[in-house]
């Protein structure tokens, strides 16, 4: 029976030596859709890099979307969280977590639920013993206005965008955002002043589609 589905989001596992057929450009924290398992039980998966992997189950691990404080209840004891603002709590029962500093502070599940608590910042990362990966988020590059925004403008001509960058015009020291098509000019939108806009995007590096969510 097969561990996975097809649909389930997946991602490489770190623990595996030597893939059977190779990572290709795939990294390991590039996530991906199962498309096709086979009857010997070798699985498709639809990276953003790369549209058609494939391999075999235990090259793979199954990605959370979101992870509930009934997940949470269900995990072993061991079972590490780390918060946004640095925190990080190790479970050393079923329903009680230990701060992971000089202070040894307590938490139950219930107090790490009640909004009292929003100062550790939101959940960004559980680990399991022997600390396996079972559920991370990675922030996005844009945030939602730029993405309305830039794909207004790419609706045209979005089969021919081979990247998008952020660059920096140094005579004047503002920055700008360049849509380089295959075949043709690129497409340079208004300045704005460093660090106001596109935060999430490095400087100069060519981003995909697929990577900025367009």
């Given at each position: 029976?097969?561990?996975?589905?097809?649909?389930d989001?997946?991602?490489?596992?770190?623990?595996?030596?030597n893939?059977?057929?190779?990572?290709?450009?795939?990294?390991?924290?590039?996530?991906?859709?199962?498309?096709?398992?086979?009857?010997?039980?070798?699985?498709?998966v639809?990276?953003?890099?790369?549209?058609?992997?494939?391999?075999?189950?235990?090259?793979?691990?199954?990605?959370?979307?979101?992870?509930?404080?009934?997940?949470?209840?269900?995990?072993?004891?061991?079972?590490?969280?780390?918060?946004?603002?640095?925190?990080?709590?190790?479970?050393?029962?079923?329903?009680t977590?230990?701060?992971?500093?000089?202070t040894?502070?307590?938490?139950s599940?219930?107090?790490?639920?009640?909004?009292?608590?929003?100062?550790?910042?939101?959940?960004?990362?559980?680990?399991e013993?022997?600390?396996?990966?079972?559920?991370?988020?990675?922030?996005?590059?844009?945030?939602?206005?730029?993405?309305?925004?830039?794909?207004?403008?790419?609706?045209?001509f979005?089969?021919?965008?081979?990247?998008?960058?952020?660059?920096?015009?140094?005579?004047?020291?503002?920055?700008?955002?360049?849509?380089?098509?295959?075949?043709?000019?690129?497409?340079?939108?208004?300045?704005?002043?460093?660090?106001?806009?596109?935060?999430?995007?490095?400087l100069?590096?060519?981003?995909?589609?697929?990577?900025?969510?367009?």
């Open positions: 029976m097969s561990k996975f589905k097809v649909g989001k997946v991602k490489l596992n770190k623990l595996v030596g893939f059977k057929y190779g990572r290709g450009i795939v990294n390991f924290k590039s996530i991906g859709k199962i498309i096709r398992i086979t009857e010997d039980n070798e699985y498709y639809d990276f953003p890099l790369c549209g058609c992997w494939h391999g075999r189950e235990k090259e793979l691990i199954l990605v959370k979307e979101k992870y509930t404080y009934e997940d949470l209840k269900k995990s072993p004891v061991g079972t590490k969280i780390t918060f946004k603002y640095g925190i990080t709590l190790i479970k050393i029962n079923n329903d977590f230990e701060e992971h500093s000089f040894r502070s307590i938490y599940l219930k107090e790490l639920q009640d909004n009292e608590y929003n100062i550790l910042g939101k959940i960004i990362k559980i680990e013993p022997e600390y396996k990966t079972v559920y991370e988020i990675e922030d996005e590059i844009l945030d939602k206005a730029e993405k309305r925004y830039l794909r207004g403008i790419i609706i045209p979005k089969d021919k965008v081979t990247c998008i960058r952020k660059l920096r015009n140094l005579m004047e020291s503002l920055e700008y955002i360049s849509i380089e098509l295959s075949g043709e000019s690129s497409i340079c939108l208004p300045y704005f002043e460093q660090n106001t806009m596109y935060k999430g995007m490095k100069d590096k060519k981003y995909k589609l697929e990577e900025l969510g367009l």
